[in-house]
């Protein structure tokens, strides 16, 4: 996945310069061309949080089968990570309040 609006990040799937967005598109995880990873409230056009280090090449998002969503770097060195090892996670998603979440198979919150 690269440069597209996508509303899922599935393990093993990766964003690099595009977003995930809320199902009714009031908020998105914007992963941009400068590098920085930044959930955006686009309703009141602010970002609500942000993450990286500006003016570096872009990397990609990724979540990886081991239910850790990574921020990389161009070479591919963590930036950011989620939390700890979670191998029941399956997908990444922006909730319609603002919420990052991962979810297991069965659509719960880890």
């Known amino acids: 996945m690269s440069t ?15 977003s995930l967005v809320s199902p ?45 969503l990574v921020l990389e770097d161009q070479p591919g060195a963590p930036v950011w990570i989620s939390g700890g090892v979670d191998r029941r996670v399956v997908a990444a998603s922006v909730t319609d309040r603002g919420r990052l979440v991962l979810t297991d198979a069965d659509g719960g919150l880890r």
């Open 4 to 18: 597209a609006d996508a509303t899922v990040l599935r393990a093993g799937e990766s964003l690099s310069c595009g």
């Open 24 to 68: 009714d598109g009031a908020y998105a995880l914007e992963h941009r061309a400068d590098g920085m990873l930044a959930l955006r409230d686009r309703v009141a056009g602010r970002d609500v949080w942000t993450v990286g280090s500006a003016d570096a090449e872009p990397g990609r998002l990724v979540l990886l089968p081991d239910g850790r």
